[in-house]
């Protein structure tokens, strides 16, 4: 009877959670749109620093290939939240690991990169240029680019939805499973009580 009761506390716990490893990608598309995302994406949080030059990432230097990187460090640092691999539609989820010998992408939020926010990488085929900074406040729209092809957010370029919740204090165990987890557990301890 308690193993049935750990079983079932078991399931209800891990139920609603996917375990299904995806991945942002830049689609194919003019390097114009593709740098435009990557200027985004290095710019509200993604770890843009495997792609600078000397960079485990930075090979292959093409946009495509660096937008792709910090499209998904993006992507994963947000907790693959829905809506924030879209960039206006230049990039999409997939579960094939795009990762090549060498350059591991993320694959979660535990496993995408420092604190180190870069700014905009201008990357034409052949040249990149780069200049790593470090964000010392917590509101996520103080890191954007204040130059380049963006300026900012609000430019229509990100992930797409009004109102997403970009705080990941839960450590991606969402209000949810604790409701989930508190009755399992009240069900438990009533088996166990009246067993």
């Given at each position: 009877?308690?193993?049935?009761?750990?079983?079932?506390?078991?399931?209800?716990?891990?139920t609603?959670?996917?375990?299904?490893?995806?991945?942002?990608?830049?689609?194919?598309?003019?390097?114009?749109?593709?740098?435009?995302?990557?200027?985004?994406a290095?710019?509200?949080?993604?770890?843009?620093?495997p792609?600078?030059?000397?960079?485990?990432?930075?090979?292959?230097?093409?946009v495509?290939a660096?937008?792709?990187y910090?499209?998904?460090?993006?992507?994963?640092?947000?907790?693959?939240?829905?809506?924030?691999?879209?960039?206006?539609?230049?990039?999409?989820?997939?579960?094939?690991?795009?990762?090549?010998?060498?350059?591991a992408?993320p694959?979660?939020?535990?496993?995408?990169?420092?604190?180190?926010?870069?700014?905009?990488?201008?990357?034409?085929?052949?040249?990149t240029?780069?200049?790593?900074?470090?964000?010392?406040?917590?509101?996520?729209?103080?890191?954007?680019?204040?130059?380049?092809?963006?300026?900012?957010?609000?430019?229509?370029?990100?992930?797409?939805?009004?109102?997403?919740?970009?705080?990941?204090s839960?450590?991606?165990?969402?209000?949810?499973?604790?409701?989930?987890?508190?009755?399992?557990?009240?069900?438990?301890?009533?088996?166990?009580?009246?067993?």
């Amino acid at each position: 009877m308690a193993a049935l009761v750990l079983l079932l506390l078991f399931l209800a716990i891990t139920t609603g959670q996917s375990s299904a490893t995806t991945w942002c990608v830049c689609k194919d598309g003019a390097d114009t749109s593709l740098q435009k995302t990557l200027d985004y994406a290095c710019g509200a949080g993604a770890d843009c620093g495997p792609i600078h030059q000397n960079g485990p990432c930075y090979n292959p230097n093409t946009v495509k290939a660096h937008c792709s990187y910090a499209v998904n460090s993006y992507f994963q640092r947000k907790g693959q939240a829905q809506g924030s691999c879209d960039f206006a539609g230049t990039a999409t989820v997939t579960a094939t690991d795009p990762s090549i010998t060498g350059c591991a992408y993320p694959s979660s939020a535990s496993t995408a990169g420092t604190g180190t926010t870069p700014t905009p990488v201008t990357a034409t085929p052949g040249t990149t240029t780069t200049t790593p900074t470090t964000s010392t406040t917590t509101s996520p729209y103080t890191a954007t680019p204040s130059s380049g092809v963006l300026g900012g957010i609000g430019t229509g370029l990100g992930p797409t939805g009004a109102g997403i919740n970009t705080d990941m204090s839960d450590g991606g165990f969402g209000i949810q499973y604790s409701f989930l987890s508190f009755f399992a557990l009240l069900f438990q301890g009533l088996v166990l009580y009246w067993g």
